[in-house]
């Protein structure tokens, strides 16, 4: 467990105990096709006050991970192992009962789909006064005024007379903004916000991350902020995990990740969008073929059939997560040697497609 | 000069809004696009950007003619298109295709890939025989970089990034000259979205297309387009060449647009970015004069007064502004564009 030991600690030196541990999370699914690894062997952390983004496609299994944390994936037979420290407490055999003390309270989550997520037939504000009734001894009338507190924080105009609105009454943005309020009602330590700003403009998009990081300045909130946008994840997160077939592939802070990311997928997100920042004769190149099915994965390293790096035995040796050498803080998991990469990367940031990258580092493309 | 291939003047559609079921009346209108005028040059990309339900794919439509418009001309090679009907329009739409954003609900799920690709063959009366029709097929097949013996699959059985390989065969498979794509990655995963533009580009290159690429991301939008008019409540409030555009913003929602657009790239974080507060009006109820007004951080007594035409103010965009960006405000609202 060397890795997981290591992982995330650096960035976090002197900041204590760590609010949220995972530690080799494993969830998988019984299905009539077979068993689908969704979440395969994955470790994190995050410090009060601070923001991990998790990276991946549709299907890398970060939802997943972290609807297993609020105890989310128990009723779907699936099978969990590993453990998650929540101050020190493993939700992972925490009874029900205990959970939902938890759920809701301490930790809250923010859904992709502001629309979906809301109860069409109440009020929001029945809704966000229910949020506060569960976890709060008080009167009715108090978590009315809770309610209302709260839509002003998060900056719904006229937040007295919008309480009683229902929810195709707000826009998208005052949607996710309500969605936002009611994870807030009793002020949790750790939100797990996934894909919060996906179904939104940029604009409103904007304005949802800038909400996101004043309240988490106010409460002091820790953050697992999980999508697909690598820009989100740049503005947002302190680390960065990059998650691929159910497991982490890349760790780092973010500063560190984005100077010199180490894992070729990583690579491949990076040079697939194209960027405003750079020049706009840029060429993008795709990462080839698509994400593998998590019933029947590749063998070996899971990325190999889609890695334009690949060498024959990385068909068959399943990399570790390692420390890269001479930086504690950056995890990465491939089997291409670190000065490879590194000439791999400065080759590809000149410009170049990934088989001049291949050929002007003499790695050879025998691909398996 | 050669004439554009496409022509708007003046574009209108407004969607009525009515009450009642026995004695229907007009109670309002929602005029999702009000008054576009733009002309396309062949082989040239023009995108257009805007948020959600600020009028984009109902131009394309109209330009399409798959909506008819309330209003305005549409010209396709010089000759007017706006009214056609029946054969005429037939014709007409051989040489415009569209590629459309959700790759799952449009392709047909009971046919098969080669039925799907093969069909605009079929309305049209070409590729008669059925062996040659398979032939030209599976040839497109390869073009878009399809395994042609997938002929007989159903889309089910391909991924999304797959299934817009297949909506741009079916696209290019009357040759047209014009091909609209309305969002035609916004589904897809990112590691696949770059295989998908990179296939429009090369296909433009290939058969000389002219390509209307709508979008709501930027930084696509940038990397694809040559030309860029940037849309809000049913208005092109900025026009002009992309590195213009992006570089010297001058409209300040174009500014607010390129500021919201978080940088895969920590380094490039400094200023504070300067946000749009509110929402999008109602397009129902758009403001009087400028319909940004409402949110302009630059709005005078003026902007709710008169409208602002789209007029040259000298950086190579034309701008419906009163009172557009300076340089020093477009580095303050933290433009992140490298230009």
Known sequence: MSASEALGAPSAAGLGEPLLRVEDLRVQFATDDGIVHAVDGITYQVHRGRTLGIVGESGSGKTVASLTTLG?????????????LFEGRDLVGLPDEQLRAIRGNEIAMVFQDPLSSLHPLFRVGAQLIEAVLAHRSVSRAQARERAIELLGLVGIPDPAGRVDNYPHEFSGGMR?????????????????????TTALDVTVQAQILALIERLQRELN???????????????????????????????APGSVMFAGPEHPYTWGLLKSIPMLSGPRAQSLV??????????RRPSGCHFHPRCPYAQPDHARIDPALEPVPGKDDHHVACLLDAADRKRLWAELQAGRMPDQALAATGLGGARP | MSEPLVGVRNLVKHFPITRGILFRRQIGAVQAVDGVSLEVERGETLGIVGETGCGKSTTARLIMRLLDPTSGEIS?????????????????????????????????????????????FAIHGMHKDKAERKQVVQTLMETVGLNPEHYNRYPHEFSGGQRQRIGVARALAL??????????????????????????????????????????????????????????????????????????????YTGALLAAVPVADPAAHGSERRLLSGDVPSPAFPPAGCRFHTRCPKAQPLC????????????????????????????????????
């Not at chain 2, 000759?79 to 054969?87: A, C, E, F, P, S």
């Not at chain 2, 329009?89 to 609900?105: G, H, N, T």
């Open chain 1, 72 to 84: 989310l994936t128990r009723q779907q037979g699936a099978h969990i192992s590993g453990r998650i």
């Open chain 1, 286 to 295: 795709p990462i080839p073929g698509t994400p593998p099915s998590l019933i």
């Open chain 2, 304 to 339: 709710s007064q008169k409208e602002p035409p789209l007029e040259d103010k000298g950086s190579g965009t034309r701008t419906a502004c009163h009172f557009p960006l300076t340089r020093e405000e477009v580095a303050a609202t933290g433009v992140r564009s490298a230009l």
């Open chain 2, 175 to 252: 040759r047209p000259k014009l091909l609209i794509a309305d969002e035609p990655v916004s589904a897809l995963d990112v590691s696949i979205q770059a295989q998908v533009l990179n296939l429009l580009r090369e296909m433009q290159d290939r058969f000389g297309l002219t390509l209307i690429f709508i979008a709501h991301d930027l930084s696509v939008v940038r990397h694809m387009c040559d030309r860029v008019a940037v849309m809000y409540l049913g208005k092109f409030v900025e026009v002009g060449p992309g590195d213009s555009l992006y570089g010297f913003p001058r409209h300040p």
């Open chain 2, 76 to 120: 396709f090679e010089g000759r007017d298109i706006t009214r056609l009907r029946g054969g005429e329009l037939k014709s007409v739409r051989r040489e415009m295709q569209m590629i459309f954003q959700d790759p799952y609900s449009s392709l047909n799920p009971r046919k098969t890939i080669g039925s799907i690709i093969g069909e605009p």
């Open chain 1, 176 to 196: 996710q903004r309500a969605m936002i309020a009611m994870a807030l009602a009793n002020e949790p330590k750790l939100l797990i916000a996934d894909e919060p």
């Open chain 1, 221 to 251: 909130m820790a953050i697992v902020i999980i999508t697909h946008d690598l820009g989100v994840v740049a503005e947002m997160a302190d680390d960065i995990a990059v998650m691929y077939a159910g497991r982490i592939v890349e760790t």
